[in-house]
């Protein structure tokens, strides 16, 4: 019984949290599709990093969706979205090294 009752490891915990960000805006638009249009990216970055990110520059935007979009098919899957969070992490990583 013990088992059923082992608290979930930290790093699941985190993988489930980036399947379910995901999927909770990929499913926002009608095209029940698995992957980010622009504006679900958007709405993604701008509701889980608020003001870390500032998409007040569409040039800015649509430069960064289009890097993202490694298969040009128009959408960010969840591989693309995978890629983008280990890059954010790894920037985010950095600097916090070099503020030391």
Do not use: C
Not at 3 to 31: R, S, T
Not at 33 to 39: M, P, T
């Amino acid at each position: 019984m013990s088992g059923l009752l082992q608290e979930i490891p930290q790093l699941a915990k985190v993988m489930n949290l980036l399947v379910d960000l995901f999927n909770k805006h990929a499913k926002k638009d009608e095209d029940g599709d698995d992957s980010l249009s622009k504006g679900e990216l958007s709405d993604l970055l701008k509701a889980e990093l608020g003001e870390f990110t500032s998409a007040s520059d569409k040039a800015k935007a649509d430069k960064f969706f289009n890097q993202l979009d490694a298969d040009k098919n128009g959408t960010i899957s969840f591989d693309d979205f995978m890629v983008f969070t280990a890059s954010l992490h790894m920037l985010l990583k950095g600097l916090s090294t070099k503020k030391m």
